[in-house]
């Protein structure tokens, strides 16, 4: 993905203007105008009576809580593009923070008139608004990027600060996301958990009166929240730390954090992070329901695609693997969350039996194109305790015409070694009718080289993290070198996975890997699109 450097924001000026609406413009991305003057006139309200709690503190002598006040006030003026309060709020929080309350009163006076500059600006500017707000041309290409992103569906902003909480909610709502939803304090935050399901994405502030962002995180970790945490605050890196440690030890997935104000490219940048299907795998077990899968199979949604596998040196196709794929009321649905899915419902059985089959014609079909290649399907682990499984295949071998030494059952490294015994007890079995076993996702799991002896694979794959960028890594890199001595000892063959670069190839050639797979050579696809990239490739040799 090609992602734009996100360009700091301005630091806050002197003398800078009342209103700047180009720094708006980059705080909450594409508004309406009638959006920002609502962003605008929230500020000044909330900013009215601010200052009115300033005049009371100073009289009071509380510095202390002043500071406190100044320093939201700050945040909040930056976020609509109020430089010049900003800058005066700042320098009061630090005039309070030094016990200079006379200095402070004077700051206060002149923060009032510049309040009332604000307001003269945005009576003045209303016209132009529309102009000013609509998007910036670097804009252009992050509107883009949001559209290659597998987004939440559904978002949670906490926040005791409104204006935040409004800047946010326009935020995501802009980059695409279905629903945004607000709450004001962490014990909002998680009745709103408990009643609507699939909040995928939380976005919280740290700092908020009565529940702190650090108790909330520890009632969100004993609540069992999957979803992905976004820290949005200004809170300092001490307390950022502690954040993350915690989240770490209770296994909650902090996504990373976002200064205030959060902008449109940051949060664009972290969510293209925080959205690879391994974290929102995590973040969405429950959003496929039986009943679509059952609907699904009903309605032959389900397809194979085929992904090739080639010779490392010579780059000759030898062979495909088998990747499901379903579109669900025309939008495709990853093949991790509907495995997972099936498996937690029971339902892994006929979903996989259809999607062997297709994949078992499928490989039939190639042979008869003039490819008898061989065809790689993925055994789940709830399948493969199945006891009808070998004979299933059996039977599938027969009815698509399709020979059992050309079979490969890939099988992931954690499934076999959850249940050691058993798995060994059928895979041995399979074994025993022909078909080639491959340890799939290799390096992922704890396997021993004692362990994996006992098993009868025939291949190993290494899982794409260990392939990846391992030309940069060293340690990744030894992992690799040391999986592939290990396969070499074990007298397995290897293919490598996710071979997306040059570099990538290049490397696990050099380690002597066997086979090798991945975007480099070819996505999965169609078996029709397959037969005609492989005889391209046949004209080409
Ligand atoms: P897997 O078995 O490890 O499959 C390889 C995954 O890596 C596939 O993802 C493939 O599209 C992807 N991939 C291949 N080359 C590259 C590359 O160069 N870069 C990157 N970033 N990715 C690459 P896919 O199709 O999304 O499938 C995800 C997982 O879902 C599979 O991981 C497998 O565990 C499961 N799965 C897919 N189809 C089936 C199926 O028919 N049955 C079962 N039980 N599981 C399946
Ligand atoms: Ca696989
Ligand atoms: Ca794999």
Not at 44 to 58: N, P, V, Y
Not at 74 to 90: P, Q
Not at 263 to 287: F, N, Y
Not at 291 to 309: A, M, T, Y
């Amino acid at each position: 993905m090609v992602r734009k450097e996100a360009l700091p924001l301005a630091p806050l000026a002197d003398a800078g203007p009342a209103l700047d609406l180009g720094y708006l413009a980059r705080v909450v991305g594409r508004v309406e105008t009638g959006q920002a003057r609502e962003l605008i006139d929230l500020f000044t309200g909330t900013a009215r009576h601010d200052l009115l709690l300033c005049q009371r503190q100073l009289d009071e002598g509380d510095g202390v809580a002043l500071a406190l006040v100044m320093h939201k006030l700050k945040s909040s003026a930056r976020m609509v593009g109020a430089l010049r309060f900003a800058s005066l709020a700042e320098k009061l929080e630090d005039a309070a923070k030094g016990s200079r309350l006379d200095a402070a009163r004077l700051i206060c006076g002149d923060m009032k008139h510049a309040l009332g500059d604000i307001e003269t600006a945005l009576d003045r500017l209303a016209d132009s608004l529309s102009q000013a707000v609509s998007p910036a041309p670097t804009f252009a290409d992050t509107a883009h990027a949001a559209d290659n992103l597998s987004l939440p569906q559904r978002a949670l902003v906490v926040d005791d600060d409104p204006l935040a909480r409004r800047q946010l909610e326009l935020l995501l709502t802009g980059l695409g996301i279905g629903e945004v939803l607000t709450v004001e304090d962490g014990a909002n935050a998680l009745m709103e958990l408990e009643r609507t399901v699939g909040i995928d994405l939380l976005l919280i502030d740290l700092n908020m009166p009565g529940m702190d962002g650090i108790e909330f995180l520890r009632r969100l970790a004993d609540v069992g929240y999957r979803g992905c945490l976004l820290v949005v605050s200004g809170v300092e890196a001490r307390l950022l730390q502690s954040a993350a440690d915690l989240a770490r030890s209770k296994q909650l997935h902090l996504g990373g954090t976002l200064k205030k104000p959060a902008t449109r490219e940051a949060l664009l940048a972290l969510l293209s992070v925080v959205s690879q299907p391994a974290v929102a795998a995590r973040a969405e077990p429950d959003a496929v329901l039986p009943d679509d899968i059952l609907d699904g199979i009903r309605h032959d949604e389900f397809e194979v695609h085929f992904q090739p596998k080639v010779d490392a040196s010579t780059l000759r196709p030898v062979g495909v693997e088998a990747l499901a794929r379903w579109r669900r009321d025309g939008k495709p649905v990853r093949p991790d969350l509907f495995i997972v899915a099936a498996e937690q419902h029971g339902l892994i059985g006929p979903l996989s039996e259809m999607l062997v089959t297709k994949a078992l014609h499928g490989g039939a079909r190639l042979a008869e194109a003039g490819f008898p290649l061989f065809v790689a399907v993925n055994l789940s682990a709830g399948w493969l305790t199945d006891i009808h499984l070998p004979e299933f295949i059996l039977t599938s071998l027969q009815t698509a015409g399709f020979p059992a030494k050309r079979l490969i059952l890939e099988i992931t490294e954690t499934s076999v070694m959850a249940d050691a015994n058993t798995a060994l007890d059928i895979m041995t079995r399979l074994r025993l009718k022909g078909f080639k076993l491959s340890i799939d996702d290799f390096g992922t799991g704890y396997s021993s080289m004692e362990q994996l002896q006992r098993f009868p694979f025939g291949e190993l794959k290494l899982d794409r993290s260990f392939v990846q960028g391992a030309a940069e890594k060293p340690a990744t890199r030894a992992i690799l070198a040391a999986s592939l001595e290990l396969a070499l000892k074990l007298k397995l063959s290897t293919v490598a996975e996710g071979v997306e670069t040059e570099q990538d190839l290049d490397l696990v050639r050099g380690l002597g890997c066997d086979l090798v797979q991945g975007w480099l050579i070819a996505k999965a696809m169609p078996l029709d699109e397959l037969i005609v990239w492989l005889r391209e490739r046949d004209s080409q040799a």
